[in-house]
């Protein structure tokens, strides 16, 4: 038997990404079946401003227990596919690579924390085994591309969401003129400011906006991400979320990887993929560090 283990950050994730991804793959691996077992959580390595290394050469604590998470999971507990999920999240909006370089070195940390024997052998085995995947900005972004899932997580039919970019979910904006959203924006955009983070504009958070059309499809019902969101994860037809080919290249970079590991076409449809995340397959695999990256 196969294993797939998935390092997520979220509770959605860790309680129905597994379940919602596998819909689209084999049982079966080389004649064996496969188990996604039950994701790994831990806390968000991007919740706040990362900075390049050239100018900061520091590795977040959540960043670098990724890492170790990652090295525990396929030297130790031998699961045959290791993947680890972060957001990207408002605060590293065009800052994916940043992100990738952080964890790389996260990477070179715990190995050097393990000061493994034979370590050439360990990294052979990271670059057959584990990736690095992000979701753009998080997970809720995907649920617009398929109104089905807002339709699950409790968005009445009737409300139709109002986005700057009509088919790429990852480049989440709203052009809502609902005063309430209006409003709201204004507030937390202004309150942010005023805490020198001038990079956040709520019109991008979408489980913000999510929350927001629930609230106005049934006043009083607060969205629970847990319940409603995991709803909506499990129904989630992905290969209908990107629309055109150059749609959602995160997305489709971990779809892309999991299909070579099983060795088919990506489920999802051929398209763009991100470099950061999923680099071009004439890349010799000894020139990578994982996977994917």
Known sequence: ????????????????????????????RNGQNV?????????????????????NKKISNPMKKLALAMFDEVFHSKADLVVVIDDVELHNLDQEMVIAEHFREAIESA???????????????????????????MIESYFFGYLTSLYEAGVSASIKPRLVHDTDVELFETNDSDPNWVNECRDENTKK??????????????????????????????????????????????????????????????????????????????????????????LNSKDLILRNM
Request: hydrophobic fraction near 35%.
């Open 1 to 28: 038997m196969y294993t797939i283990k998935l390092i997520v950050t979220g509770m959605l994730e860790k309680k129905a990404l597994h379940k919602s991804l596998k819909r689209f793959f084999p049982k079966q």
């Open 111 to 137: 190995f050097r924390k393990k000061g493994y024997n034979q370590e050439q052998r360990y990294r052979k085995i990271l670059r057959e085994k584990c990736s690095f995947h992000l979701l753009k900005p």
């Open 193 to 282: 400011v005023s805490n020198n983070i001038n990079w956040w504009h709520y019109e991008k958070h979408p489980k913000h906006y999510l929350e927001h059309l629930i609230e106005r499809s049934d006043p009083g019902m607060i969205y629970n991400e847990t319940e409603h969101g995991k709803r909506a994860l499990e129904k989630i037809a992905w290969n209908n979320v990107p629309k055109i080919k150059s749609d959602t290249p995160f997305i489709r970079s971990l779809f892309e990887d999991i299909a070579d590991w099983f060795g088919l076409q990506n489920p999802i449809g051929n398209g763009l993929t991100n470099i950061y995340v999923y680099p071009d397959k004439s």
């Open 35 to 55: 188990e996604w077992v039950t994701p790994r959580r831990l806390n968000c390595a991007t919740s706040f401003r990362l900075r390049p290394l050239k100018t």
